[in-house]
């Protein structure tokens, strides 16, 4: 089991920036693939923003590529999102994700979600 908790949401204005934080429990999360995902107003699918593997690769949405920066700390079990040049496409819920092999399961695990909200 990992239990993943997200700060850092809020509002913001166009241009500004914000540092999303997922704190994760368990002692597996050096293993994990982790990433952030986002929901936006009226929108049913949850969209990737920006992953990284145990081993430091990245991958970024193309929405968000050049303006965010994913970053992960094992000893503290966190990953971050530093989000730049904030648009207000860029309002959503940003989830945080865990993608966890455990016994030849793959399995995923979520967080509760944090609001930002960009103003033009």
């Known amino acids: 089991q990992m239990q993943l908790v997200e700060s850092g949401g809020g509002l913001v204005q166009a241009g500004g920036s914000l540092r999303l934080s997922c704190a994760a429990s368990?002692?597996?999360?050096?293993?994990?693939?982790m990433g952030w995902y986002r929901q936006p107003p009226g929108m049913s699918a949850r969209e990737m923003v920006a992953i990284i593997t145990g081993g430091g690769n990245t991958d970024y949405g193309d929405s968000v590529a050049g303006r965010f920066t994913i970053s992960r700390d094992d000893a503290k079990n966190t990953v971050d999102l530093q989000m730049n040049s904030l648009k207000p496409e860029d309002t959503a819920v940003y989830y945080c994700?865990?993608?966890?092999?455990?016994?030849?399961?793959?399995?995923?695990?979520w967080g509760q979600g944090t609001q930002v909200t960009v103003s033009s």
């Open positions: 994700k865990a993608n966890l092999l455990q016994g030849g399961v793959m399995t995923n695990y």
């Open positions: 368990g002692s597996m999360f050096s293993r994990a693939v």
